[in-house]
């Protein structure tokens, strides 16, 4: 295995595992699996996986709410379980959306 991770040295375990991209090796984070994120992911990718993934969670939220309205066999924690894991899924949704805002305005006063 070793041999196959070329210009990485052995004695860096810092840099932790390498990836091989377009013929040169790229030390990968060992963070970025703990984040969930993978190699070759573009951003714009990950970003719409999440959307994908909180409009997912406020879909059953609302099928919860519904089922429960309509007097089908829903526990009430379940429904309240659902609904605030929505909640707080499109509270970090909207908190990442201000951090790339701040960014974006940072780069951009660092321009001009």
């Known amino acids: ?11 860096t375990p810092a840099l932790g595992k390498a990836t091989q991209i377009a013929g040169a090796v790229r030390p990968q984070d060992p963070r970025s699996l703990e984040l969930g994120l993978r190699p070759g992911v573009s ?7 999440a959307l994908g993934e909180v409009s997912a969670l406020q879909d059953n939220a609302r099928d919860a709410i519904a089922a429960f309205v309509r007097g089908d066999p829903v526990e009430l924690h379940e429904v ?4 605030e894991e929505a909640g707080i899924a499109l509270e970090m949704l909207i908190e990442i959306r201000n951090k790339i805002i701040d960014a974006y305005r940072t780069v951009i006063s660092m321009q001009t």
């Open 80 to 83: 309240m379980a659902a609904t």
């Open 1 to 11: 295995m070793a041999s196959a991770i070329t210009g990485v040295s052995a004695a």
């Open 43 to 49: 951003f714009a990718d990950t970003l719409k996986q």
